[in-house]
């Protein structure tokens, strides 16, 4: 296969997942209904920072408060939709769901020159239909955006760590896409320290990965530093968001999900937890202290039963089940994985074998994921925005699975050498 069919293949992929998404957001959502809080409300949020910020009035609630109870990754990719055609959700739905689709094309390419053309496709169809990135893509979330850029992220830095002449361009686009990643989902910045302890284990490697991971280091924070800086003005606190982590943590770590089996590891909201003798204050940054202050009392009064939490994040996070009423959603998500695992056990391999530099960008990410749900709650949703990496892994696998099934055919023709023919 010539590289320009592979490409011309390629598009046609990307294009018709483009409108697998499309006529799915048609279907179950409405392609110009408004986010419904009823699927989640981080949307109504990004939803909301997006046009405040598109009519002037800068990252504000509907009152003019000025907020940072979201990181502003999601609510700056919708505002340049909101800007060119005011608060349109079907402008809003037709650049989400093209976002989820150029994700099948960066997965593909991930794989393509070590591996070849038909893992690559392979690698794009199974993302094309994959229910942990089709159903994501629905939504003005930010899982659909954030899946595109940590691919893409993967790519650059695998670029940039390769000797090439153009090192250092690599460098700067990786930096500028992780910068982003983290503006979308700042649990990102777990990825800095394991990157530096990956680095500094790679003995033979390490003077020629320290500048391309150092320039991606700088060039993240750098473009995190807006934000940060305006909320250390505004908010009087330098973060990358403000009541997010607290609640997240609190809802994570409360009596219910320690005692309650069928949420353990999960998280729940502030509506299912009976404590009518703790305050709520109404400001954000209080409201923020006060979720911290309420988890760690939590956890110290459920101290012995912590063992068994942090258990169930993993599995929840591993399992195939995920909690959701929705059982044709379930049973897709539950058989992809389950697709997905054999060509994984093979994959990996193969890639610690010829690609070292994709796997060790790859286990970065997989490792600050699970740093992550040990630290918060467990979940698939924090697996799916993986699946281009891992879907890439088990392509991988799967093509190695093919190769060595036809060595046993081989080796059971008759040999007709007669050096091989006994004398005796």
């Not at 009519?55 to 003019?64: K, M, N, R, S, V």
């Not at 309650?260 to 305050?279: A, E, Y």
Request: glycine residues 8%; proline residues 7%.
């Amino acid at each position: 296969m010539s590289l320009r069919r592979y490409f011309m293949l390629l598009t046609v992929i990307t294009l018709l997942a483009w409108g697998l998404r499309l006529g799915m957001t048609a279907w179950f959502v409405g392609l110009t209904a408004p986010p419904d809080p009823r699927d989640g409300l981080d949307q109504l949020d990004y939803d909301l920072f997006a046009y405040r910020m598109s009519i002037g009035e800068g990252y504000t609630l509907d009152d003019g408060t000025p907020s940072a109870r979201r990181a502003p990754g999601t609510s700056l990719l919708l505002l340049p939709v909101y800007l060119l055609c005011g608060r349109c959700y079907l402008a809003a739905h037709l650049w989400m769901t093209a976002l989820s689709a150029a994700t099948c094309a960066v997965g593909a390419e991930l794989v393509r020159r070590t591996w070849g053309f038909s893992v690559a496709l392979g690698t794009a169809v199974a993302l094309a239909v994959h229910p942990g990135l089709t159903y994501y893509a629905m939504f003005l979330w930010s899982e659909a955006p954030f899946t595109f850029f940590a691919a893409l992220g993967t790519w650059l830095t695998v670029r940039s760590l390769e000797a090439s002449p153009h090192r250092n361009r690599w460098s700067l686009a990786a930096g500028l896409t992780w910068g982003f990643a983290i503006l979308l989902r700042p649990q990102v910045v777990l990825m800095g320290p394991i990157a530096i302890v990956i680095w500094w284990w790679s003995a033979d490697r390490r003077r020629s990965l320290f500048v391309p991971i150092l320039v991606q280091l700088v060039v993240a924070c750098a473009v995190t530093l807006p934000w940060v800086a305006r909320n250390a003005i505004v908010m009087h606190m330098p973060c990358l968001a403000t009541l997010v982590g607290g609640h997240t943590f609190w809802g994570a770590h409360n009596p219910v999900t320690f005692t309650n089996p069928q949420v353990r590891g999960d998280w729940v909201g502030l509506s299912h937890m009976d404590s009518p003798s703790r305050q709520w204050p109404a400001g954000e940054l209080e409201q923020e202290a006060a979720a911290w202050k309420y988890a760690w009392e939590d956890i110290r009064a459920h101290l012995p039963l912590l063992p068994q939490l942090m258990v169930a994040k993993v599995w929840r996070l591993l399992s195939p089940f995920e909690n959701t009423p929705n059982r044709m959603l379930f049973w897709a998500y539950a058989g992809a994985w389950m697709l997905t695992l054999p060509g994984l056990v093979f994959g990996c391999r193969e890639l610690l074998k010829r690609e070292p530099l994709l796997a060790g960008t790859i286990a970065v990410q997989l490792t600050a994921t699970l740093a992550c749900v040990i630290l918060f709650y467990g979940g698939g949703r924090f697996r799916h925005v993986h699946e281009p990496l891992l879907v890439a892994v088990s392509a991988i696998g799967v093509q190695r699975m093919f190769r060595h099934a036809t060595i046993p055919a081989r080796l059971c023709v008759p040999t007709t050498n007669p050096t091989l023919i006994s004398t005796t």
